[in-house]
Every structure is written in structure tokens, then in C-alpha cells.
């Protein structure tokens, strides 16, 4: 419960001072110095999202960093086990990203600012035509190079099978050309969801698999084989394997 207590204590109280440094990104951006503010941004996210993962006790462990491409956007593919997922891929990956998130995180104060700065693209699910757009917008932040995030599941799986990927988020994909990067998260969960939303300390693996790109699958790939060669990838790393079905 303590543990608990102060890290929410830390996420809320920590928000107000990073204001200056939100400020100067927008002040550099404004000037047209995008490359200097994204350091800045890049510098402030890693190092709260980081924070917040030690303030638990969790211990984390990434395999394959090296296969990260260095020299091309990727769009980060990740199942998801729990509410940790998304600090633990921003403070441990050591990219500059940004999430494919629902909308209603934009009614956060200062966190929703922040996101704007990391190119995050916000997404309505209840509103057909709003969705599309936010996969237009995403696609077009990938050509444009940047890095994003998206969790096909939907869902958290709380350490359960790996939910069938939606389709839908493989078209940023698809539409951009981007190079998409399989990670596999294993335990995260256990920081907060097995225990009542309590945080405890945890282990938690985080693999990254071999880049999946579309113009070595097929040019003519469709979203659902797509999401399925992913899928695939993700469940290979993952402790909990999937339920097969009985016929």
C-alpha cells in the first residue's frame, strides 16, 4: 500500500515541475528547431516513464535491443499484459515514440501536452470515421520519421493469452511502409494487475523480435495475414501460450 501511495504521489507531484521544459519545446518548436525540442522531449519521457517503473521495485530486462534498425521509423508493435506496459517500452527502449492512444487521454493536464510533443496520435474507437483519420495521421507520422507504439489487442490481457490482433492497426503499416518491430512483454502485469492494483515488485522481460517488413512478406499483404505473421512473432517470446482450438 505504501509503495502504491507514493508512486501516485511521485506521477501527479513530478507533472507541474516538467512545465519549464514543456514550454521550451514549444518555444524551440515555434523557432523551428524540431530536432533540438525532440531531444528534450525524448530526455524528459524516458526519464519520468523510467522512474516510474523503479518506484515500483520492478526489475526489467530487454533482449534484443540491437535489432532495433537505427536508420528507419518503426511502428512498435507490442502485446499487452497491463497499465506498465506503455512506461516500460518508453523508458527502456531508448527511442524517441509516440502511442497510438485513445482519446480520452487527451483530458489529462500536462500528460496530454507532452503526448502532443511526442507525436502520439489519438483515436476514437466509438467513431468510425474519426479512427481512419487517426490511422491516416499515423501513417503519415511514420513516413514522416517518426517512431509509434500500438497495442492490437485492444485490451490488457493480464497475463492471459494474447488476444487476436485487430487488423486495423496493421494499416499504419501498410500505408506508410514502415518496418514494423515485434515486442514481446513478459510479467508486467504482476506489478499492478495481480495484485488488487496494488504495485509490487516484479520481473518483467521485454523482447524485441527480428523487424517485420512488408516488402519482404508480400507488397500486396493484407492486414489480416499481416497481424497474424506478427502475432505469431509476439506469442513465440511470450510465457503464456496461446489457446489453441479444438476443431
Partial sequence: MIRTIVWFTYFWLYLPTTIP?????????KNGNDEQADQIVKQQSNK?????????????KVEGIERIPKDEPVLIVSNHQGNFDIPIILGY????IGFISKVEVKKLPIIASWMEEMNCVFMDRKNRRQSVKAILQGAKQLKDGHNLVVFPEGTRSKGGPVSQFKQGSFKLATKSGAAILPVTINGSFKIMEANNNLMKPAD???????????HQQNKD??????AGIVQEEIERNLDVQPVKETV
Fill in 204 to 214: 518483467v522481460k521485454v523482447t524485441i523480435g527480428e523487424p517485420v517488413r512488408i
Fill in 221 to 226: 499483404i493484407d492486414g489480416i495475414t499481416l
Fill in 93 to 96: 527502449l531508448d527511442l524517441k
Fill in 48 to 60: 519520468w516513464a523510467k522512474r516510474l517503473v523503479k518506484l515500483t521495485g520492478a526489475r526489467v
Fill in 21 to 29: 521544459a514543456l514550454r521550451k519545446v514549444k518555444k524551440l518548436r
